[in-house]
């Protein structure tokens, strides 16, 4: 079983930043695409941003050019950095990896912009 914790959610300014993390842990085998999905209040999940094992990302357009995903292959970690936030940014963020044909989520970790 594979295990996702999240973390480096919380409450900032429009125009701010934040740096989420998503670690793996469990009987892990090769990681391939790492993601990361957010889901605003009365909305449904939508897809922020994916890295595969090779490094190439994408993006959704909301987000283009202001948040960054990473990955460490060694840690088993990916990462997301937020940069110039808007209130429209808020929402719960999840991550996802897919292992050996299965897919894994974390459990969330709430991200509110406001002033």
């Known amino acids: 079983q594979v295990q996702l914790v999240e973390s480096g959610g919380g409450l900032v300014q429009p125009g701010g930043s934040l740096r989420l993390s998503c670690a793996a842990s469990?009987?892990?085998?090769?990681?391939?695409?790492m993601g990361w999905y957010r889901q605003a209040p009365g909305k449904q999940r939508e897809l922020v941003t994916t890295?595969?094992?090779?490094?190439?990302?994408n993006y959704a357009d909301s987000v283009k050019g202001r948040f960054t995903i990473s990955r460490d292959n060694a840690k088993n970690t990916v990462y997301l950095q937020m940069n110039s936030l808007k209130p429209e940014d808020t929402g719960v963020y999840y991550c996802?990896?897919?292992?050996?044909?299965?897919?894994?989520w974390g459990q969330g970790t709430q991200v509110t912009v406001s002033s």
């Open positions: 996802k990896m897919r292992s050996a044909g299965f897919d894994y």
């Open positions: 469990g009987r892990i085998f090769s990681i391939g695409v």
């Open positions: 890295i595969t094992s090779l490094g190439n990302t």
